[in-house]
């Protein structure tokens, strides 16, 4: 039987009171298992339900029913058996004496709202109302972009969320690990340090599930060099002095012998730079290389320097070895020690001739 054939006057005017009914529902409405014995209309708890879970919409019948139909608010979803619904997520579970069910597949926030089963016996019309509930899991939707700042400066970082329930915020600096934490969508930094660099974690939770996602701040500041530590080599062999400098942007060295800049290969010199660190290597060191030695570390926040003393170390010989430590030799050392030498031996020989006698 065709559709239009389940639809007499008595049924067209339940279909539209139905709607009227309907429409009087506000949206959201809580509604609590109830029954009304005068006008046969019955208000079920509502159904909450996940997005893109399937949802079961059940109708008592009982009695004799003409006519039977599910109705969301706009629309009439099932008269019977037939569809008027051009949803493919709406289908007919179960329709008999007891019962009249259809689903909703993969649930989504638009069918959120009251449902309406309209029945027809043959005493009277009666409905049986429903109002669904659609939970979605929290997404976020808007992060800050990753930021590079200066030292000092003040930053705020946002994180916005869908999600129903609304979902709540927190949050943390992870990397390096630290206790600034928030639990705001907003999270502000004021004057920030080169410690409060590093990735921040937002996290959106809501009753059904939680979405992370991770920010980078970088915090720009002028070199801080380490104090440089003087080198004493022997003449003729290598020498290295070493200038580490920490800064955001990495910092480009400059060397210095007294106010003359050391550019690399500079007198058998050779300047390596890797990171936060300059070699200034002298291959085989001559006495024209001792003397003083500044390093300076630049970046575009300022500037910062320290200075080196590479200095000569004398190699021990046999004659300083039998002075004794911390002797000290002039040119004429060599001729001393043969002198020395010399009137050893004659007091030897004076001590055996008086031993004789």
């Keep these: 039987m065709g559709v239009c054939g389940y639809f007499v006057v008595s049924w067209k005017c339940l279909v539209v009171l139905s709607f009227r009914v309907l429409f009087l ?7 609590h298992s109830q029954g009304d014995s005068q006008t046969d209309n019955k208000v079920m708890d509502n159904i909450t339900v996940r997005q893109g879970e399937t949802v079961f919409l059940r109708c008592p019948q009982g009695d004799i029913v003409t006519h039977t139909a599910w109705l969301n608010r706009s629309s009439i979803l099932y008269a019977g058996e037939d569809k008027w619904s051009v949803d493919p997520r709406v289908s007919l579970v179960t329709l008999n004496q007891e019962e009249f069910t259809i689903k909703i597949e993969d649930v989504d926030m638009t069918d959120e709202g009251p449902y309406i089963c309209a029945v027809q016996t043959s005493r009277r019309p009666r409905t049986t109302s429903v109002h669904i509930l659609i939970q979605v899991p929290p997404t976020i939707i808007n992060l800050s972009k990753g930021i590079v700042v200066n030292e000092g400066s003040n930053v705020t970082l946002m994180c916005q969320a869908s999600g129903k329930p609304e979902p709540s915020f927190t949050w943390k600096l992870l990397s390096p690990s630290g206790d600034l934490a928030s639990d705001d969508e907003y999270l ?14 937002c996290t959106a939770v809501n009753d059904i599930a939680t979405d992370v996602q991770t920010v980078e701040i970088t915090v720009n500041y002028a070199p801080s060099v380490s104090e440089g530590r003087d080198v004493g080599v022997t003449l003729g062999q290598r020498g290295v002095l070493e200038c580490e400098a920490d800064a955001v942007p990495e910092a480009d060295f400059e060397w210095y012998r007294d106010d003359r800049r050391i550019f690399n290969g500079f007198d058998g010199m050779e300047i390596e730079d890797a990171g936060q ?7 085989n060191v001559s006495e024209a290389d001792y003397g003083n030695y500044t390093c300076i570390a630049i970046n575009k926040l300022g500037s910062s320097n320290t200075s080196f003393v590479l200095y000569e170390v004398i190699e021990p010989t046999s004659s300083t070895l039998l002075q004794g430590p911390g002797a000290v030799q002039d040119g004429n050392s060599g001729s001393m020690g043969t002198h020395v030498h010399t009137y050893t031996c004659l007091l030897l020989a004076i001590l055996q001739f008086l031993l004789r006698f």
């Design 277 to 283: 660190l300059s070699k200034l290597t002298f291959f």
């Design 25 to 31: 529902v506000p949206p959201g409405l809580p509604v």
């Design 188 to 201: 502000d930094i004021p004057s920030i340090s080169r410690q409060r660099a590093g990735t921040y974690e």
